[in-house]
Nanobody, 123 residues
């Protein structure tokens, strides 16, 4: 079972920036060959996939964050990042990461989730 530890959340004003990190306990080989996804869940809403990155660093974003968020990965550190700029109140949510095949990441069908990190954007 891969352990995931998200960090970097906090309280920020509208227009501010945060950088989230997700450290995975998988072996470097497994991590580097896996897709990674950042998800978020706001109160009363379903969890949604915000950004994903494949093993060859191909990225994809939900329309609401395009041009503002950037996902990246450092395989040497088994870590994936989410740089969030121009934050809006609607970005307020608990942010989670997860890892697996690209199809798993797209579907978000994971049994295990980390504790997440809270992002709160105040207006």
């Amino acid at each position: 079972q891969v352990q995931l530890v998200e960090s970097g959340g906090g309280l920020v004003q509208v227009g501010g920036s945060l950088r989230l990190s997700c450290a995975a306990s998988a072996s470097r080989t497994i991590f580097s060959n896996s897709a990674m996804g950042w998800y978020r869940q706001a109160p009363g809403k379903q969890r949604e996939l915000v950004a994903r990155i494949t093993s060859d660093h191909s990225t994809n974003y939900v329309d609401s964050v395009k041009g503002r968020f950037t996902i990246s990965r450092d395989n040497a550190k088994n870590t994936v990042y989410l740089q969030m700029n121009s934050l809006r109140p609607e970005d307020t949510a608990v942010y989670y990461c997860n890892t697996g095949t690209l199809l798993q990441v797209i579907r978000g069908t994971f049994y295990y989730w980390g504790q997440g990190t809270q992002v709160t954007v105040s207006s």
